[in-house]
């Protein structure tokens, strides 16, 4: 089982700054089945980015995604008021899928 | 338009059983396979099951394994998740999802709270 662990924690960051999140896999996610998800307090989460780097419909040219094999990162270049919310990595595989724990970006 | 909606949760006991349902509309249902995610009160998310889109093939995490089964009905674009000998740490909200690789539609999902 592919374990996911997300850094920091919590990220304090005051609008218009740059965010970067990160999400290391325990081994190598070889064909990118990488999303990331964007979960607001009360609400479902909502895909951001799949494949690693492709943006989901909808999804603002800010967020981007990068990375391969065991490292990804997921940035966003100019927080908004609404960006604001807990962000969860995952692995989606044919028999497994797996969510990293997490990393919460608060106002500052 | 694409929506997914649980139903079924609610206040139970340990030990005892509880089916959610959730009913799909504004896709061809068949076409896709469906899983099943929980998150626990300020907690993390977590994958539980999944069922391919002709239904032959299921999957279940480790803590849900022989407990939990997931299953299908074509005929009524809906999915369902028995849960069997319940236990306090399975209280969460539990989310149906519509996979196409990552999850691209999620429900708003239905509390499912066991306590004596």
């Known amino acids: 089982e592919i374990v996911l662990t997300q850094s920091p924690g919590t990220l304090s960051l005051s609008p218009g700054e740059r965010a970067t999140l990160s999400c290391r896999a325990s081994?190598?996610?070889?064909?990118?089945?990488l999303a990331w998800y964007l979960q607001k307090p009360g609400q479902a989460p909502r895909l951001l980015i799949y494949g690693a780097s492709i943006r989901a419909t909808g999804i603002p040219d800010r967020f981007s995604g990068s990375g391969s094999g065991t490292d990804f990162t997921l940035t966003i270049s100019r927080l908004e008021p609404e960006d604001f919310a807990v962000y969860y990595c995952q692995h989606y595989g044919s028999s497994t899928w797996t969510f990293g724990q997490g990393t919460k970006v608060e106002i500052k | 338009q694409v929506q997914l909606v649980e139903s079924g949760g609610g206040v139970v006991q340990p030990g005892r059983s509880l089916r959610l349902s959730c009913a799909a509309s504004?896709?061809?249902?068949?076409?896709?396979?469906f899983h099943w995610v929980r998150q626990a009160p300020g907690k993390g998310l977590e994958w539980l099951t999944v069922?391919?889109?002709?239904?032959?093939?299921?999957y279940y995490a480790d803590s849900v394994r022989g407990r939990f089964t997931i299953s299908r009905d074509d005929s009524r674009d809906t999915l369902y998740l028995q849960m069997n000998s319940l236990r306090v740490e399975d209280t969460a909200v539990y989310y149906c999802v519509r996979a196409v690789g990552p999850y691209d539609y999620w429900g708003r999902g239905t509390l499912v709270t066991v306590s004596s």
């Open positions: 504004g896709f061809t249902f068949t076409t896709y396979g």
């Open positions: 081994q190598s996610i070889t064909t990118s089945y």
């Open positions: 069922i391919w889109p002709d239904g032959s093939i299921k």
